[in-house]
DNA sequence: TCTGGGGTCCTAGGACCC
DNA sequence: TCTGGGGTCCTAGGACCC
């Protein structure tokens, strides 16, 4: 199978519109205003040169990058570039899509000669929507994926059972797709700090430092083994939720309780235009500086406008007096449809 | 320097039941 | 007096991904 990802998607749209800004170095992020509290969402390659990535406080790239070009973030327009290439991955004959996120997906078809057929893909990406792509190939979902790091930009790079040590064995576990730095950090603690190594030990052994799932799952991720089926399954949310990060910390009990109100009416707004029934719901609250605490609660199964927002003021009342509050996140969860109990999940399903 | 917003899934521990 | 073992549900928190 395999696994087409945008090149610097988000900034490539923005050059698309204004074309004056290529070569120039772009980021996108928040409301474009980096005097406020607000992460990167894509740089540029041009950017990326001054050490600025996703995830980084916009202010600061903004320091490292005087003469960058910051722009709002459009997700609109995001989403309509994603909806065009997807619907190019789609026409291709024989084709099974499943889509990842905005810019990438897996592209499952029997093709006698891969990298042509990725060669073509990229093309034919191009050719409709202007924007450029790289192409893994993979024996399993996972070499896919990772196959394309190597593929980038713009190109076309092959990973299986075959050659996966040779190109990953050395390189630290942190490069899988799933393992992160305290992942690694913690399998470092074992001795464990290379692919071959995580791909070489005993399941088994991982299971008391992280679980009977997760052990054993790492161990195969070492390997790049794991599923082999591309499931173009519509995907079906399990929840929906609201953040919001104010820009100055919320200190008075009344404006919480107002700021939760109108998170809930969102997240409802969101829940009722499934029509499914709300069974959970968790209140995040990141008190100033950096102090994260959750707070859940199960509930009936309920349409109830009224007694969801009953529920969630519940919650409002665990929230500690006194202590300045940073960001505030609101989440419901909803029952699944039956039918849709095995729908895959947008980021797990190739593992 | 000071950290978005949208998701998913896993784990641990306590409560409770039989 | 001492204290089984298995199961489920709930809450809180952790980790990761785009």
């Keep these: 199978m395999l696994h087409v990802d945008l090149d610097q998607f988000i900034a490539a749209v ?3 519109r204004r074309p004056e800004l290529a070569g120039k170095p772009v980021i996108v992020g928040g409301r474009g205003d980096p005097t406020e509290r607000a992460v990167v969402s894509t740089a540029s390659y041009e950017a990326r040169a001054f050490g600025v990535g996703s995830g980084m406080p916009l202010r600061i790239a903004a320091r490292k990058v005087p003469d960058a070009v910051i722009l709002p973030v459009d997700h609109e327009a ?4 994603s909806e065009a290439v997807m619907a190019t991955l789609r026409a291709q004959p024989g084709a099974t899509v499943q889509v990842l996120g905005w810019d990438e997906a897996f592209v499952g078809v029997e093709a006698g000669d891969p990298e042509a057929y990725a060669r073509r893909l990229r093309e034919a990406v191009l050719e409709n929507t202007r924007l450029s792509s790289s192409v893994g190939i993979g024996d399993t979902l996972v070499r896919a994926k990772v196959a394309t790091g190597f593929a980038k930009p713009a190109g076309v790079f092959r ?4 050659n996966w040590l040779e190109v990953m064995g050395e390189r630290p576990t942190i490069d899988l797709w799933g393992v992160g730095p305290k992942v690694s950090r913690r399998l470092a603690a074992h001795g464990i700090v290379t692919v071959a190594q995580l791909a070489a030990c005993n399941p088994a052994d991982l299971v008391p430092e992280f679980g009977p799932k997760m052990g054993p799952w790492y161990a195969q991720l070492g390997r790049g083994d794991g599923e082999t089926v591309v499931d173009d399954t519509p ?3 399990r929840g929906h939720s609201r953040e919001t990060t104010y820009q100055q910390d919320l200190t008075a ?3 919480v309780d107002d700021a939760v109100r109108e998170l809930v009416a969102r997240v409802l707004e969101d829940v009722i235009a499934e029509g499914r029934p709300v069974v959970g719901l968790t209140l995040k609250v990141r008190y100033a500086p950096f102090f994260t605490k959750t707070y859940a609660k199960r509930i ?7 007694v969801v927002l009953d529920r969630a003021l519940e ?5 500690e007096q006194g202590r300045p509050v940073r960001l505030l996140g609101f989440r419901a969860e909803m029952s699944m449809p039956e039918e849709a109990r095995k729908g895959h999940t947008p980021t797990r399903s190739g593992w």
């Design 14 to 16: 923005e050059v698309l």
């Design 78 to 81: 995001y989403l309509e570039a």
């Design 159 to 162: 990973l299986t059972e075959g």
């Design 235 to 237: 995907w079906v949310a």
């Design 253 to 255: 009990p009344a404006q």
């Design 300 to 306: 009936p199964e309920t349409f109830d406008r009224e």
């Design 315 to 319: 919650l409002v009342g665990k929230i």
